[in-house]
């Protein structure tokens, strides 16, 4: 009986998704950010952008390899997608196109968190059965939105009368994820580094603006209020007077600010325009408020900077997608962000020391580019 009851956690730990944690040999936890992946119909999809010599040989399956090859290269902990991970328009089938784009986060076992960009919904899904469905892949971390935020439901599916005042939230695909510190350590239950991903939107649904989405008031809300209770539990447990925890926030559609930097103060490229919304939503002041690390973005493939405004790291992943616009003879890239914990004075983890950003470039060596302390 005692050994059936081994066996059977034994079993739960393998079924269920084990919760994002830093190493505890290493200390360390690693991010793959991919961007843009545009992927369609597989074998049948060419490539946009690439030089004329490679057009024959070139479809989605090398959108594919390459995220194959920066896994078996890095090992990341977690992988992020950030939008237009499958271009609607060119899918056959939305769902087919998901289950191969995310496919090798899931061959690999590696948990996986997506959000969507502002071309995922234009094929046979709508965004809220494209997260219905990235939510139920194996090992994919993803959340549709905070069960805080959703109306509740009676049991006849009626909004329930007393929770009418409950807040509800714009788009699908906001949420948030917390990085425990290693196991065994006094570390275990805390979360040292703290992930939001956030819904951008597709384009503008209000009459007097065009262009593209914004993340809406009703998100920045839950946002704050969500990064202000991270904080004050971080404050409250022990071992922590001295240490912080970090927030990263990734998303599809950059912000404005991303306007403000030239070259003499990014890291990186900027050769096409900053595609933000034509509002400023004010969600750059709602991370400055809650003391942000960094925020990832994808969108303009060509541009691929990180820079840093009022405390705030605002970098682009990359074009990552061959079936994506970008530049021919320019490699397709992807971004990796290492966070690390230091060691206190008794020889235990303590709070992040340090945070490291690169790039890997889809060229023979996966080469490493504008390696950078955030
Ligand atoms: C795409 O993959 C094929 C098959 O591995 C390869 O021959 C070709 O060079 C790749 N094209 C690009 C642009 O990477
Ligand atoms: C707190 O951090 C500061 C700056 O890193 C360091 O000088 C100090 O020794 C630390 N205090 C404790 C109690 O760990
Ligand atoms: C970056 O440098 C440019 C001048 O090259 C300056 O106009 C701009 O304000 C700077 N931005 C930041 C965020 O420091």
Known sequence: MGLFFLFLCAFLQFSTASPLRFNSKTGQFKILQVADMHYANGAKTSCLDVLSTEYGT?????????????????????????????????????????????????????????????????????????????????YSVSQINPPSMTLSMSPEGDAYQSNIFQASIDGYGNYHLKVSGPQGSSLSKKSMLNLFFLDSGDYSTVDTISGYGWIKASQQFWFSQTAAELQAEF????????????????????????????????????????GSSDLNSGFFSAMVEAGVKAAFVGHDHVNDFCGRLNGVNLCYGGGFGYHAYGLAGWPRRARFVLVSL???????????????????LDDDELSIVNKQLL
Request: with cysteine; charged share 20%; hydrophobic share 40%.
């Open 342 to 360: 230091g060691k206190g004075d008794d020889g235990e983890w303590s709070g992040v020391q340090e945070i490291t950003t690169w790039k890997r």
């Open 58 to 138: 070139c479809s989605d399956l090398n959108t594919t390899t390459f995220i194959n090859r920066l896994i078996d290269a890095e090992k990341p902990d977690l992988i992020v997608f950030t939008g237009d991970n499958i271009f609607g328009a060119d899918c056959d089938d939305s769902a087919a196109s998901q289950v191969a784009a995310f496919a090798p986060a899931v061959n690999a076992h590696i948990p996986w968190a997506a959000v969507l960009g502002n071309h995922d919904q234009e094929g046979d899904l709508d965004r809220f059965h494209l997260m219905q469905h990235i939510v139920s892949m194996d």
């Open 235 to 274: 404050r409250s447990a022990p071992h922590s007077q001295n240490t912080s925890a970090p927030s990263f926030v990734y998303f599809h559609i950059p912000v404005r600010e991303f306007v403000e930097f030239g070259e003499s103060n990014m890291t990186g490229i900027r050769q096409e325009g900053i």
